[in-house]
C-alpha cells in the first residue's frame, strides 16, 4: 500500500509540474515576445528543445522525489525493456501509416481529392528530422506512458486510464494552440483531444501487449510525426473517424477490466 501511495504521488506531482513547466514556458515565450520556432539556432528553437523534454524530465524528477533512486531504476527498467515480440515494433511503426493510407483514399474517392505531385516532402534536413523524431517521443513517452499509464490503468481501468492518459497528454499542448508558427495554432482544441485520445488507447495497447514498455509508443509517435513533417496527402476530416475506429479496435485487445476496478500494469 505504501508503493502505491508513493506512486500515485509521483504521478500527481509528475502532472503539477509538466503543466506547471509548459505553461511557465509559453508565458515567459509571451512575456519577451519570442516566436515559436523549431529550428534549434532561434531562441524559439531552444524553448522547443525544452518544451519536448519537459513530460519525460518531470516523470523523472517526480519519481526522485517519492520513490528515490530505487523507483527511477524499476522505471527506467520497465519502460525501456526491449524483449517481446517483434510483431508490436511493426505494428507501432505501420499502424500511423495505414490510418494516413485510408484517410487519403477516403478523401480522393469521396471528395475528389487529387494526389499530390510530391508526396515526400520533408519540413527539416535528414540529421535533423531524425534528432527530432527520437527526442521528441523519448522527451515525453517516459512521463505519459512511462510513469502515468500504469498508475491510471490501476485505479481506473485499462480503458479509463488510456482515456485519462489521452485528456491529460492533449491538454498538457494547450499553449500551442496559441503560438503562432505552432503546427496546432489555430485548430480545434476538441478534435485535438479527440485525436489524442484515439492515440493513446491504441499506445495503451500496443504498451500493455509488450509488457509495460514504452519503446512501442515511441515508435509510435516517431511514426506519426515522422508523416505530420515529410508526407503531403489529400486529408479530410474522414481521418478522425479512422482514427475512432482503429481505437475501438484496440480496445478489443486492452486487458480486462476496462473501468474502475483494480488493474495492475
Same mark, same amino acid.
Given at each position: ?168 497528454? =492533449?491538454? /498538457?499542448? *494547450? @499553449? ?5 508558427? !505552432? #503546427? %496546432? ?64 479496435? =484496440?480496445? /478489443?485487445? *486492452? @486487458? ?5 476496478? !483494480? #488493474? %495492475?500494469?
Amino acid at each position: 500500500m505504501e508503493d502505491e501511495t508513493r506512486r500515485t504521488s509521483s504521478f500527481m506531482l509528475f502532472v503539477l509540474l509538466a503543466y506547471g513547466a509548459i505553461w511557465g514556458l509559453f508565458g515567459i515565450g509571451k512575456w519577451f515576445a519570442i516566436p515559436f520556432s523549431m529550428d534549434p539556432r532561434a531562441p524559439g528553437g531552444l524553448f522547443y528543445l525544452v518544451g519536448a523534454a519537459l513530460p519525460s524530465s518531470c516523470a523523472i524528477v517526480a519519481v526522485l522525489v517519492f520513490e528515490r533512486r530505487e523507483g527511477l531504476r524499476r522505471l527506467m527498467q520497465r519502460s525501456l525493456a526491449w524483449r517481446f515480440s517483434p510483431f508490436w515494433y511493426l505494428a507501432a511503426v505501420l499502424i500511423p501509416f495505414a490510418v494516413t493510407g485510408i484517410n487519403a483514399m477516403m478523401a480522393m474517392l469521396f471528395l475528389g481529392a487529387s494526389a499530390p505531385q510530391h508526396w515526400f516532402v520533408p519540413a527539416f534536413g535528414p540529421g535533423f528530422l531524425l534528432f527530432f523524431l527520437v527526442y521528441n517521443g523519448l522527451g515525453e513517452e517516459i512521463g505519459w506512458r512511462g510513469l502515468a499509464l500504469p498508475v491510471l490503468q490501476r485505479h481506473l481501468g485499462a480503458l479509463g486510464g488510456n482515456i485519462a492518459v489521452g485528456v491529460i497528454w =492533449a491538454l /498538457w499542448h *494547450l @499553449p500551442l494552440f496559441w503560438l503562432k508558427g !505552432s #503546427y %496546432q495554432y489555430g485548430d480545434s482544441i476538441l478534435l485535438f483531444v479527440l485525436l489524442l485520445t484515439c492515440w493513446s488507447i491504441i499506445i495503451g495497447m500496443l504498451v500493455n501487449k509488450s509488457g509495460g514498455s514504452i519503446l512501442v509508443a515511441i515508435l509510435f509517435h516517431e511514426s506519426a510525426n515522422f508523416i505530420a513533417f515529410t508526407l503531403r496527402y489529400p486529408s479530410s476530416h474522414y481521418g478522425y473517424l479512422v482514427w475512432l475506429l482503429a481505437a475501438v479496435l =484496440a480496445i /478489443w485487445f *486492452l @486487458p480486462r477490466p476496462y473501468f474502475r476496478q !483494480s #488493474y %495492475q500494469a
